[in-house]
């Protein structure tokens, strides 16, 4: 049975009918209990979604419908380990990486517990002696440089991640080089010094044709000043192959290990997350860890209705399927955040940019929105006018920090004040009278905004607001039925590019 069959979603069906005259400028102005009734804290992080178009029967509806889609079930699955990834046959098990005390994780009959264990060791250590220059290169120097070269989950991750804490960093540079393109190589490596610089090949399957490429480029580019023997002083890998590493001559005591029971895009949890330990250190990676861990906790057990992951999910779902919604804006008003909407285009869009579902039929439905956004306040320059008065309706997830570790303090109220007053235009809008009678002034309002509020930008919250988003993004494909784990659909283009290269016909460019 197709989703849009379930009862559950034809009620919803029903019920969104009567939100033609729904206003949001009505519902918020003067009514605290909204607001109050509408917001849910996990230990720091505030997720309000009062200003989005529905209300408490909408709510049940939609948890309604979770429950027909057998949420709780799936939860279990999740973390038990079953194979919900049955297409490429595996379990989705991230979540271990980031719990140490729990020894109950489980791939088929084999407790992983301790290999997280042994790699959170090898990473500490590793990141360590790094960064306390015990580590050093081919002449003796200390590195200053650590470049990761990979690309998709294995940059995404760990890039969003060390930008978003560059506050705390007191480790080498780190540098991400991601595209084949030889200028991103090229620009990294020509202010650096080979005896100084540290190369992480960040690669699940170490067979990715840009990180190869890339990781050549690399050892070339040592070669010219070192010696062949002296790879293994600069190169590690960070990847589940473990042959195809060693055949690129990186020394043992520099592989550093996952398993595939960690996807791709949720990798950063894993050692695809060792450039972060470089930047930062290995106690702030175990704040991130541990800050996701307490999200998995709170997805495990807080009730539905208090549930953010589900929330966020379930009002996503309303407006992409109920509101007949296409996007969502993720609007961070952090600098340090800029990255994140990047990160989550890859998790959301790779996960549940899908057409057919987990039993093999085309759906008869819309699936994952298309997912943009920029740091404000560069993105009011850029594209809020298409949010505020386009064709288009764009719910936005509008991100705010309680305080900056910068200064001006001046700025970062200012920052803030930016942030509320967009959230009001979006809600509120300004109405014919406002605009002196001028319709091209007016603004409509009633789009729909959940506000995430954090106390800080500290490791522990940002971990518990990733961990969030991935939890939204494995709810939402089981409400719509999708295996959120694969990604088909990109693999076709990395076998046309090989064969065009193969073919010998691949330098196609022409000015005619
Ligand atoms: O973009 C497709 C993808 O398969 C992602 O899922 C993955 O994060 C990326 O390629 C890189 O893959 P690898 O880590 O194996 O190099």
Known sequence: MQRNELPEWKMLEQHAKTFESFSLRKELKGHKARQKNMQVESEGLFFSYARNVLNSDTLSLLLDLAN?????????????????????????LHMACRDKHDVSFTVGKENISEFVKDSLKAMETFSTELRNHKLRGYTGKPFTDVVNIGIGGSDLGPKMVCHALRHLKDGPNVHFVSNIDPADISETLKNLNPETTFFLIASKTFTTQETMANAQAAKDWLLKKARLSDVGKHFAALSTNKDAVKEFGISKN???PFKDWVGGRFSLWSSIGLSICCAVGFDNFNELLKGAHTMDRHFQTAPHEKNIPILMALIGVWNRNFLSMNSLAVLPYSQNLEYLPPFLQQLDMESNGKSIDRNGNRVSYTTGPILFGQAGTNGQHAFYQHLHQGTETVPCDIIVLGKSPYAPEKQHKMLNANAYAQADAFSYGRNLEESNGDISKQVDGNKPVNLIQMEELS?????QLIAAYEHKIFVQGIIWNLNSFDQPGVELGKILAKELLDSGNSDTYSKV
């Open 68 to 92: 027909a889609c057998e949420l709780e079930k799936w939860q279990h699955r999740l973390f038990s380990g079953a194979q919900i990834n049955e297409s490429e046959g595996r379990s989705v």
């Open 254 to 256: 520099f592989i550093f």
């Open 459 to 463: 490791p522990f919250l940002l971990g």
